[in-house]
T-cell receptor, first 114, second 114 residues
Framework: AQKITQTQPGMFVQEKEAVTLDCTYD???????LFWYKQPSSGEMIFLIY??????QNATEGRYSLNFQKARKSANLVISASQLGDSAMYFC???????????FGAGTTVTVRA | NAGVTQTPKFQVLKTGQSMTLQCAQD?????MSWYRQDPGMGLRLIHY???????DQGEVPNGYNVSRSTTEDFPLRLLSAAPSQTSVYFC?????????????FGAGSRLTVL
């Protein structure tokens, strides 16, 4: 069984600043994948970034980077140079590497202020 | 490309009524799944399928039935709706079991049970 914990229900960030969203996880799988999804107010789920547990380097995708600390079982999302369009709910998720099923955290709402 | 199509987008039911949420994908994806999203709880897996004729329970299956007679369709049935089933429902699919198997989500179906 996998458990994802996002302890920040909501955050405010000033436009152009960076923000870090916390995610910790627990799993008995030796290999796993970690994901971040964005859900804007329109409701759709948008994939942002993926990190495999055996990847040597932290994943980056444009302004998104994943601060992966395997020993601490954390996979924090960093959004650099925040934009107003980054205001959304963000979900951390994970699955075993040989599994289709994805487990989600409770989510963090980010509000970007002008 | 239609991707994952969910219908209806909105539905209001009375307690005890039955209904089916439809999900269709045109990407020949092997894996299909249903999630429900509730405030403060993230997305929770209801049922999933790894191919036609194969279904299995997720984290919160009670009160829901599914079937998978074709690769394309994965309907979710509520046999006797209860107010606790008021939620936003997402269908999601993927064809990748390994690596960054990003789920493609439908637009969601908002269900209210009175």
């Amino acid at each position: 069984a996998q458990k994802i914990t996002q302890t920040q229900p909501g955050m405010f960030v000033q436009e152009k600043e960076a923000v870090t969203l916390d995610c910790t996880y627990d799993t008995s799988d030796p290999s796993y994948g970690l994901f971040w999804y964005k859900q804007p107010s329109s409701g759709e789920m948008i994939f942002l970034i993926y990190q495999g547990s055996y990847d040597q380097q932290n994943a980056t995708e444009g302004r998104y980077s994943l601060n992966f600390q395997k020993a601490r079982k954390s996979a924090n999302l960093v959004i650099s140079a925040s934009q107003l369009g980054d205001s959304a709910m963000y979900f951390c998720a994970m699955r075993g590497l040989n599994d289709y099923k994805l487990s989600f955290g409770a989510g963090t709402t980010v509000t970007v202020r002008a | 490309n239609a991707g994952v199509t969910q219908t209806p987008k909105f539905q209001v039911l009375k307690t005890g009524q039955s209904m089916t949420l439809q999900c269709a994908q045109d990407m020949n994806h092997e894996y299909m799944s249903w999630y429900r999203q509730d405030p403060g709880m993230g997305l929770r897996l209801i049922h999933y399928s790894v191919g036609a004729g194969i279904t299995d329970q997720g984290e919160v299956p009670n009160g829901y039935n599914v079937s998978r007679s074709t690769t394309e369709d994965f309907p979710l049935r509520l046999l006797s709706a209860a107010p606790s089933q008021t939620s936003v429902y997402f269908c999601a699919s993927t064809n990748e079991r390994f690596g960054a198997n990003v789920l493609t989500f439908g637009a969601g179906s908002r269900l209210t049970v009175l």
